[in-house]
Nanobody
Framework: QVQLVESGGGLVQAGGSLRLSCAASGRTFSNYAMGWFRQAPGKGREFVAAIRWSDTTTYYTDAMKGRFTISRENAKNTVYLQMNSLKPEDTAVYYC????????????????????WGQGTQVTVSS
């Protein structure tokens, strides 16, 4: 079992920044990738970014490139999502996920490729 705890969400004005954190505990020795997804009201879960744990290769949705940065702190089993230049359309619940099965050659950009999820953290961007 793996537990994921997200933090860092909140209310911010357009153009502002937030940093989300996701700490993993439990069976993390077989961590292959961690990712961030988001879900706005009435919409499906959307891929935001992911990081391959072994070599820190990162993946982003095109709309987030240049604004969002995913990183990890190995010693703390924690992944971060730095979000800059936030827009009202970034408003959503942001979820952290972890994959504990071998990943290659898959790209971790689909919810089905993850094994455990956090409870989500709300990000609201006001105009």
């Amino acid at each position: 079992q793996v537990q994921l705890v997200e933090s860092g969400g909140g209310l911010v004005q357009a153009g502002g920044s937030l940093r989300l954190s996701c700490a993993a505990s439990g069976r993390t020795f077989s961590n292959y990738a961690m990712g961030w997804f988001r879900q706005a009201p009435g919409k499906g879960r959307e891929f935001v970014a992911a990081i391959r744990w072994s070599d820190t290769t990162t993946y982003y949705t095109d709309a987030m490139k240049g604004r969002f940065t995913i990183s990890r702190e190995n010693a703390k089993n924690t992944v971060y999502l730095q979000m800059n230049s936030l827009k009202p359309e970034d408003t959503a619940v942001y979820y952290c996920a972890i994959r504990i099965r071998p990943l290659s050659p898959l790209i971790p950009d689909s919810p089905s490729r993850y094994d455990y999820w956090g409870q989500g953290t709300q990000v609201t961007v006001s105009s």
